[in-house]
Structures are given as structure tokens and as C-alpha cells.
């Protein structure tokens, strides 16, 4: 069965700090994205990659990098946490068509 | 990416068929026809896509109506477990990496 793995389902950080959310998939696939979530706003593109060390910035990538040295492996950055970037992050690759998602990491900054 | 429509909410008894309909009139020729759902706290699942042709597989069934302007995603016999949130997206598919534009969705609770 096809897995993208977030590397935390829960993490608390302060504000300041350098917070890194990994996010592996095991499906050799080219396209990774990730994604906030948001009540109201619904799911919003921060950044995505189509290849090793590609990145594409998306609709909101203030506040965010990311890095993709290995195919299976995109992390998202956030170089100095705020408490506005308190949010549902999920993390996707896409095959042909379609999306799989990882089941999400629960950011909260303090 | 075309726009999608869909119901803010909708209810269904256990054991009866959820009929979710979406508008997608802008969808133009190249675009698929997807749908996710997302259960409280987990990331959205992938349920099923379409071109022009109806689709089925073991989640759901998908009616896309000969002009493409609207589609069913059809659940055959609902269950507590299919409550969730649905949504309906249109998207290039094939080699295009063209991100996918979530909308409100429609929540769906299955009752008993």
C-alpha cells in the first residue's frame, strides 16, 4: 500500500524557533507539495517540488522554505515560527493522477 | 484550474445510497474530474476520478453528465464511517504537476 509518512501528528513550538516538518513517501514519485489547512480557508498550496532540488512557490510561501535533496524527501521549513502559522500542515505526492496524502502534522506555536 | 460548486452539508440514513452532487461548468477538455473526503484530524483520501466516462470502484461510483458541466459521486450503501468531509475538484491530470485547489466541500453525515 502506497505511504506518505509526516513525521509528527502533533508538535508545540515557540515563537522564534526554527521549525522543520518532514514528510517522506515511498512511491518514487517526481511531485510533492505541501499544503496548510485552515478552518474556513480550506487547504492552501505553500510549496511544491516536481523534481529533486525543484521547488515551485505556491499561493502562501511567506514565512516557509522547503528542501528536497532526496526523491523521497520534502521538508518544509519555517525559518522562525509565528503564531499565525499555528495550522494543520499535510503533506501530498502525486502520481499520475491523483493525490496521496500524509495524515498531517498539528503545528501550534506558542 | 476550473471552480467547482458543491452543497455545504447533506445528510444520509446508514444503509442508503449519499448522492453528492458538484457544478463544474468552466471544466474544459483536459481536466479530470476527482474526489477526496476527509474524516475529522486526517489528511484528505482519494476516492475516485473521471474523464467523460462513468467510473466505479470498490468506494464509490462517479456519474459525470455527457456535457461535463456536473457530476454524482454516488456512495452505494453509506455507513457511520463515510461521515466526512467531500470534495470535488477538477484538475489536468496525465504528466501536468498542477496543484489541486481544495474548496469548502460538502460535509456529509450518515446517520443511523
Known amino acids: 500500500d502506497v505511504k506518505v509518512t509526516q513525521s509528527s501528528r502533533y508538535l508545540v513550538k515557540r515563537t522564534g524557533e526554527k521549525v522543520f516538518l518532514e514528510c517522506v513517501q515511498d512511491?518514487?514519485?517526481?511531485?510533492m507539495f505541501w499544503y496548510r489547512q485552515d478552518p474556513g480557508l480550506g487547504l492552501r498550496l505553500i510549496y511544491f517540488s516536481y523534481d529533486v532540488k525543484m521547488k515551485e512557490k505556491g499561493d502562501i510561501p511567506e514565512g516557509y522554505s522547503v528542501s528536497r535533496e532526496k526523491k523521497e524527501r520534502f521538508s518544509l521549513i519555517l525559518e522562525s515560527a509565528s503564531t499565525n502559522q499555528t495550522s494543520m500542515y499535510l503533506c501530498a505526492s502525486r502520481p499520475l493522477y491523483g493525490y496521496t496524502f500524509g495524515s498531517g502534522t498539528r503545528l501550534t506555536v506558542v | 484550474d476550473a471552480k467547482t460548486t458543491q452543497p455545504t452539508s447533506m445528510d444520509c440514513a446508514e444503509g442508503r445510497a449519499a448522492n453528492l452532487p458538484c457544478n463544474h461548468s468552466t471544466i474544459s477538455g483536459n481536466e479530470y474530474v476527482y474526489w477526496y473526503r476527509q474524516i475529522h484530524s486526517q489528511g484528505p483520501q482519494y476516492i475516485i476520478h473521471?474523464?467523460?466516462n462513468n467510473e466505479t470502484n470498490e468506494m464509490a461510483s462517479l456519474i459525470i453528465t455527457e456535457d461535463r458541466k456536473s457530476s454524482t459521486l454516488i456512495l452505494p450503501h453509506a455507513t457511520l464511517r463515510d461521515t466526512a468531509v467531500y470534495y470535488c475538484i477538477v484538475n489536468a491530470g496525465g504528466t501536468s504537476y498542477g496543484k489541486l485547489t481544495f474548496g469548502q466541500g460538502t460535509i456529509l453525515t450518515v446517520h443511523p
Open positions: 473521471g474523464l467523460k
Open positions: 512511491m518514487d514519485h517526481e511531485n
